[in-house]
């Protein structure tokens, strides 16, 4: 998310919270539906996000090595329904605050269902595809009860029923039936309805929803998805300088390393904090559609970077001993640093700034990994991660250098 010229001050963002209300509909909501204060993730979201750190940690395993375009193919494939799984499962939790035993046991068999998908994943695309399919058709079931109570909401805050069942209910069933579905064309299945929901979902448009979206916690939520993945890359440097204890290896990690807490520090000193500050100002019609592109949408291709990032660290540090890394190592490596900066760019366009503004740190930031990638045949694993978090320090000095220019204008006396 980041966008510089919107970066408010220097530091981890504003308040969480955010100066909108927090969603609710039990015993502290308005009568609107409306709350009177923010919120931050409750212990059960951050218990339900330990699953998907299994679920990184499978998917970019498939990564390992020397990947070629089918292996990123079917990553792609199988990283986008648990996402979309768990942003929809985030705005239902951010509209639906309630911490009943039936939520509870809601979010649970979710995390179960999640918990099977991942397991499935390493022959998602063979045997396993069947199990991986009905995962997915139970967590749509989950979202029908999280869902349905709202089509008896009073007016007009109700939410129609043809949403849920469609939405939720259909869509479960035709995942469940698409676990007979043999391969390739299981894929295609799957492909036509995520489409189908995504569809759903832009015709909605924000339009009667039954509360207000709480930005700050959705930005929360997010940031701690990055969170997770950001950790799956570091889990993958220690794993692999255990299994290659040399200097090499040590010295390709400290480097890895680097480039992890770089990527850290822009996105939550800059990031984050744009985030907040674009979705403060929009009304409630406009946090919704930002809320969606960039949380639902956009921040795909943000963790799915930084997840073929933690699978080209761990080879760079397997590797370290070799002339060079193997060509699809260093597509996950330097590709998926490109496409990190690819989606920020793309969300700095979402929110209105310049092309020209944009351009000047997201060009370098796609096309100087893509250059590492061109010549890595040349390239010792060392100096090819050492590129790249030369890359990201860079990103991030020109990051501060811009954020105080901002300040020092901001604070010049006007004449």
Same mark, same amino acid.
């Given at each position: 998310?980041?966008?510089?010229?919107?970066?408010?001050?220097?530091?981890?963002?504003?308040?969480?919270?955010?100066?909108?209300?927090?969603?609710?509909?039990? =015993?502290?909501?308005?009568?609107?539906?409306? &709350?009177?204060?923010?919120?931050?993730?409750?212990?059960?979201?951050?218990?339900?996000?330990?699953?998907?750190?299994?679920?990184?940690?499978?998917?970019?395993? +498939?990564?390992?090595?020397?990947?070629?375009?089918?292996?990123?193919?079917?990553?792609?494939? @199988?990283?986008?329904?648990?996402?979309?799984?768990?942003?929809?499962?985030?705005?239902?939790?951010?509209?639906?605050?309630?911490?009943?035993?039936?939520?509870?046991?809601?979010?649970?068999?979710?995390?179960?269902?999640?918990?099977?998908?991942?397991?499935?994943?390493?022959?998602?695309?063979?045997?396993?595809?069947?199990?991986? &399919?009905?995962?997915?058709?139970?967590?749509?079931?989950?979202?029908?009860?999280?869902?349905?109570?709202?089509?008896?909401?009073?007016?007009?805050?109700?939410?129609?029923?043809?949403?849920?069942?469609?939405?939720?209910?259909?869509?479960?069933?035709?995942?469940?039936?698409?676990?007979?579905?043999?391969?390739?064309? +299981?894929?295609?299945?799957?492909?036509?309805?995520?489409?189908?929901?995504?569809?759903?979902?832009?015709?909605?448009?924000?339009?009667?929803?039954?509360?207000?979206?709480?930005?700050?916690?959705?930005?929360?939520?997010?940031?701690?998805?990055?969170?997770?993945? @950001?950790?799956?890359? $570091?889990?993958?440097?220690?794993?692999?300088?255990?299994?290659?204890?040399?200097? +090499?290896?040590?010295?390709?990690?400290?480097?890895?390393?680097?480039?992890?807490?770089?990527?850290?520090?822009?996105?939550?000193?800059?990031?984050?904090?744009?985030?907040?500050?674009?979705?403060?100002?929009?009304?409630?019609?406009?946090?919704?559609?930002?809320?969606?592109?960039?949380?639902?949408?956009?921040?795909?291709?943000?963790?799915?970077?930084?997840?073929?990032?933690?699978?080209?660290? =761990?080879?760079?540090?397997?590797?370290?001993?070799?002339?060079?890394?193997?060509?699809?190592?260093?597509?996950?490596?330097?590709?998926?640093?490109?496409?990190?900066?690819? =989606?920020?760019?793309?969300?700095? @366009?979402?929110?209105?700034?310049?092309?020209?503004? $944009?351009?000047?740190? &997201? /060009?370098?930031?796609?096309?100087?990994?893509?250059?590492?990638?061109?010549?890595?045949?040349?390239?010792?694993?060392?100096? /090819?991660? @050492?590129?790249?978090?030369?890359?990201?320090?860079?990103?991030?000095?020109?990051?501060?250098?811009?954020?105080?220019?901002?300040?020092?204008?901001?604070?010049?006396?006007?004449?």
């Amino acid at each position: 998310m980041i966008s510089y010229e919107d970066a408010g001050r220097e530091g981890g963002g504003t308040d969480p919270g955010g100066p909108m209300g927090t969603p609710q509909t039990g =015993a502290n909501a308005e009568p609107d539906g409306h &709350a009177t204060e923010g919120r931050h993730a409750d212990w059960l979201e951050l218990f339900f996000d330990l699953v998907f750190v299994a679920l990184a940690a499978q998917l970019s395993h +498939q990564l390992h090595g020397d990947p070629g375009l089918r292996d990123f193919a079917v990553f792609l494939a @199988l990283y986008f329904p648990p996402w979309w799984l768990w942003i929809n499962l985030t705005v239902s939790a951010n509209i639906f605050v309630d911490n009943s035993p039936r939520r509870r046991l809601l979010m649970l068999s979710a995390m179960l269902c999640i918990a099977v998908m991942a397991a499935s994943v390493p022959e998602a695309d063979t045997d396993r595809g069947s199990v991986y &399919a009905l995962g997915y058709a139970g967590t749509r079931l989950v979202l029908l009860g999280l869902w349905w109570p709202a089509t008896k909401y009073p007016e007009p805050l109700r939410v129609p029923r043809w949403r849920p069942l469609s939405y939720c209910l259909a869509s479960g069933l035709l995942w469940a039936a698409s676990a007979a579905v043999p391969t390739p064309w +299981q894929y295609v299945v799957w492909a036509v309805l995520i489409a189908a929901e995504m569809a759903l979902l832009l015709t909605a448009r924000g339009g009667r929803m039954p509360a207000r979206l709480d930005t700050g916690h959705i930005v929360e939520r997010v940031g701690l998805f990055v969170i997770i993945v @950001l950790g799956e890359s $570091v889990i993958a440097l220690v794993t692999s300088a255990d299994h290659t204890w040399t200097l +090499q290896a040590g010295v390709v990690g400290v480097l890895g390393f680097v480039l992890l807490a770089a990527l850290w520090w822009s996105y939550f000193d800059f990031g984050s904090t744009s985030a907040e500050l674009m979705l403060a100002k929009a009304d409630d019609h406009q946090a919704y559609l930002l809320a969606r592109d960039i949380g639902g949408f956009l921040h795909f291709f943000v963790t799915a970077g930084v997840l073929c990032m933690a699978a080209g660290l =761990a080879t760079a540090v397997e590797e370290a001993d070799h002339a060079h890394l193997p060509t699809g190592a260093v597509w996950a490596l330097a590709g998926g640093l490109a496409l990190y900066h690819a =989606a920020h760019a793309c969300i700095a @366009l979402r929110y209105g700034r310049p092309p020209a503004s $944009v351009a000047v740190w &997201a /060009v370098p930031g796609i096309c100087i990994p893509l250059l590492v990638v061109w010549g890595a045949g040349h390239l010792a694993p060392w100096l /090819v991660v @050492l590129l790249l978090a030369a890359e990201a320090i860079v990103h991030l000095l020109y990051a501060r250098k811009v954020l105080r220019h901002r300040l020092a204008a901001a604070a010049a006396p006007t004449p």
